[in-house]
């Protein structure tokens, strides 16, 4: 059994990684994006543009053996994303985590990988003094709610509409606590949903 591990990201993931992002905008996300987005995937500018992201604190890979199989993005939350539905910032909005992006190629689900990473960042998060994280995932995506759900991560109530090459995607914003502990598992049958 090949082992399954997250590592900080080097310029040499950047083509792995915008494989694992054009598998899951193809697949997994292929009712919420616009045909335009997946049909016209451009792998060398998104490979490009993650190169510039590895090496820099935040970007991690998930592998089993060598191939790569998921990545996570976070950081800091920009004040946009922590503030509510009226513009009005929280006290601790300096300290807030956002995981940017979690994805794990939807052929390598459901063997712990996107908990590893969310866990993995998280760690990191709350190691630079932050009390609670925050992620934006499609509405209409259940499984990732679902994955955020097992980690105590509950929509807070705020949602916002990104204009997805000219089709309205609707996010919602989920957060919870930096310390996480998962739910176990159930099984793809209890949600009718393949799992991250």
């Known amino acids: 059994m090949a082992i399954a591990l997250v590592r900080p990201a080097t310029p040499d993931d950047a083509a792995a990684v915008t494989a694992v992002q054009r598998d899951v905008w193809t697949t997994a996300w292929a009712d919420f994006l616009p045909a335009g987005l997946t049909q016209g995937f451009d792998d060398e500018a ?6 510039r992201a590895a090496g820099a604190p935040g970007l991690w890979v998930a592998t089993e053996g060598t191939e790569v199989v998921g990545f996570c993005l976070a950081g800091p939350a920009p004040q946009d994303d922590v503030a509510d539905a009226v513009g009005e910032v929280p006290d601790d ?4 985590g956002l995981v940017a992006t979690l994805l794990v190629s939807p052929r390598w689900g459901r063997r712990g990988h996107g908990g590893r990473l969310l ?5 990191a998060l709350r190691s630079g ?4 994280g ?3 995932v499609p509405e209409r995506d259940a499984s990732s709610r679902a994955f955020y759900r097992r980690a105590g991560w509950e929509p807070d109530g705020t949602v916002r509409t990104l204009d997805a090459g000219g089709r309205p995607l609707r996010e919602v914003r989920l957060g919870g606590p930096l310390g996480l502990e998962f739910a176990p598992e159930p099984s793809a049958d209890d949600l009718g949903l393949p799992l991250l």
Do not use: D, L, M
């Not at 998104?46 to 190169?51: D, G, I, P, Q, S």
């Open 134 to 136: 925050i992620t934006w």
């Open 93 to 96: 909005a300096a300290q807030v």
């Open 46 to 51: 998104v490979t490009a543009a993650w190169e």
């Open 119 to 123: 866990v993995t960042a998280a760690e």
């Open 129 to 132: 003094g932050g009390p609670r």
